[in-house]
C-alpha cells in the first residue's frame, strides 16, 4: 500500500475546463501548472487528471486513439513532464486516468484488427466469425469494415472492446482468459502503465475497471484476476504507485481485484447517493444534507459500514464531492448544506476526492452537450476564476464551453475575500485533515450515534469526535467525554455531559483524555 494515501486529499481536473494558457479556448497543461499553487492551496496533495491522451474527443479523451502521446490540445509530454516535476516539488502526486476497456476506432490496434487479413492485432478486439452473427446483449456494429466480422462495443459507437477474453465461452469466436490473444492485450495494458509511471506519474483511476472479461461471473471474478495480476506487478516495480478503481463495488475491486481504492460512485440507492443525490426517490429529495430532505443516516451506514468492514485491512473506500460524470453539489445544496457535506467528507476513513469548482459551489448548468457529454456537460463547464472575460478561464471568444451567466456565479476571487466562503471552510477541513492522523484515510472509526431519520450523526475518529447536524431543528446528544471544539459550523456548544448541535451544524471535537 503506498503510504502517501493516508494523507492524501485528491483534486480532480477536467484538463479542457480548467484554465487556457494560450487563449485558444480550451484548458490546457500549462494552464494546470499555472493553477498548481492554487490547488495546493486548498490542502488537496494529490491531483487526478482526465484523460489527456490523444483521442478524437466523441467521448472527452475516453475514446483514445494513441495511449503514448499527449492530446495536441492540451500541449506536449514536455508539458506533462513539467507538470509532474512541478507536482513532485510542492509535494503533490498525480494520477493519469487510464481506459483500458476500449480505445477509439481510430486507434492503429483497431485499424490493423480490422484488417482482412490477420496480423498480431487480428485478436486485440472482440469479433465475431462473420458479418451477419452479432453478440448478444451486447452492442456491437458489422458491415463497415473489410473484415468478416462484427465488431463489440464497450459504450459509443466510436469505442470498439478490447479483447481480454470472455468467462463462459459460448461460441468459437470467443477467446478464452488464458487464450493467447487475451494475454497480449493484458501485457499490452501493463506496458501502457510502465510508460507513464517511468514518464514520472504515480498511478492511475482506472476506468470502467470491471467491464475487461465478457461474461464474467456476478463476482467479476475473472476480471478482479487481471487487476491481481496487474497490482501484483506493481508491488514488485512501482510499490509506491496507487490504482483507484471505477468499480463501487469494494469487496470485489480491493479484495479481490488488489485495487488500492474503490470509487464509492453515485449509483441510485446506494449509500453515497443517499446523501446527497437522493432528488430521483418517490416523494421528492431526501438526501441526508439536504435541509427539507428530512434523511436517515441509516440508508448510508447500512449500506457503507459493511463494505468498509470487509476492505479497511485492504485498501480504502474513496468518497467524492463530485465527478465529469455526476451532477454538481450545488445543483441542489445550499452553501452551508455543501459545507456540512464537505466537513463529513474530510472527517470520514477512506481517501477523499473534490471536483475542480465544487470548493466554491459551482452550479450544475444546463447546456448543449459537448463531445459525448450530453446531461454530464453541465458539470463539465470551466472553472471560474474571477470576474473577467468567461470567468477568467480564457481570453478566447469561443471557450470550451460556456461559463455560468448569473450575476452571482461564484468565482475563486470573491470567495478568497468572504472569510466565511465556502472556499475557506475547505481550506480550513483540509488542514485539519492533515494535521490529526486520526482523521485520514486509515484512522479508526466508530459510531457514536446514528438513530433512523433522527439527527445528529456522531461518530469518532479514534480521539476524535464529529457531529454534523444537517436538520433544521436543534438536536442534543450525550457526550461522556471531556472534549474542546476544534473547529465548528454553527454555535455549537458543551454543556454538562451534552452536546448540543443547532440546526445545519457541524463540530470537530478533541476528547482531551486521548
Known sequence: MPEWLKDAVFYEIYPQSFYDSDGDGIGDLQGIIQKLDYVRSLGCNALWLNPV????????GYDVRDYRKIAERYGTDEDMKQLLERAHQMGMHVLLDLVPGHTSDQHPWFLESSKAEENEYSGRYIWTSHAFEGIAGHPYISGMKERAGAYMLNFFASQPALNYGWLNRTESWMSAVDSPEALATREAMKEVMRYWLEFGCDGFRVDMADSLVKNDDENKSATAAIWRDIRNMLDREYPEAALVSEWSNPVQAVNGGGFHMDFYLDHHHNGYNTLLRDYETEGGDHSFFLKEGRG???????????????????????????????PRPARTLSEREMKLFYGFLLTMPGV???????EIGMKYLDVRTKEGGYQRTGSRTPMQWDSSKNHGFSVSDNPYLPTDP???????????????????????????????????????????HAMPHQFPFVYARGEMIIAVNPSGD?????????????????????????????????????NKAG
Request: proline share 7%.
Open 352 to 358: 477523499p476526492f473534490f471536483y475542480y469548482g465544487d
Open 53 to 60: 491522451f490523444d483521442s478524437p474527443f466523441l467521448d472527452g
Open 296 to 326: 436517515d443516516i441509516m440508508r448510508f451506514l447500512n449500506d457503507w459500514l459493511p463494505k468498509y468492514h470487509a476492505v479497511r485491512e485492504n485498501g480504502y473506500i474513496s468518497m467524492f464531492t463530485c465527478n465529469h460524470d455526476t
Open 474 to 510: 436543534t438536536a442534543e446528544v450525550p457526550l461522556e467525554c471531556d472534549a474542546e471544539a476544534v473547529y465548528m459550523i454553527g454555535e455549537c456548544r458543551i454543556a454538562g455531559n451534552r452536546l448540543r448541535i443547532p440546526e445545519q451544524s457541524f463540530i470537530i471535537l478533541q
Open 406 to 448: 448569473a450575476p452571482s456565479a461564484p468565482t475563486v476571487q470573491d470567495q478568497l475575500e468572504k472569510k466565511d466562503s465556502l472556499l475557506h471552510a475547505v481550506r480550513d477541513l483540509t488542514r485539519i485533515r492533515h494535521t490529526y492522523p486520526r482523521l485520514q484515510a486509515d484512522g479508526p472509526f466508530e459510531v457514536l
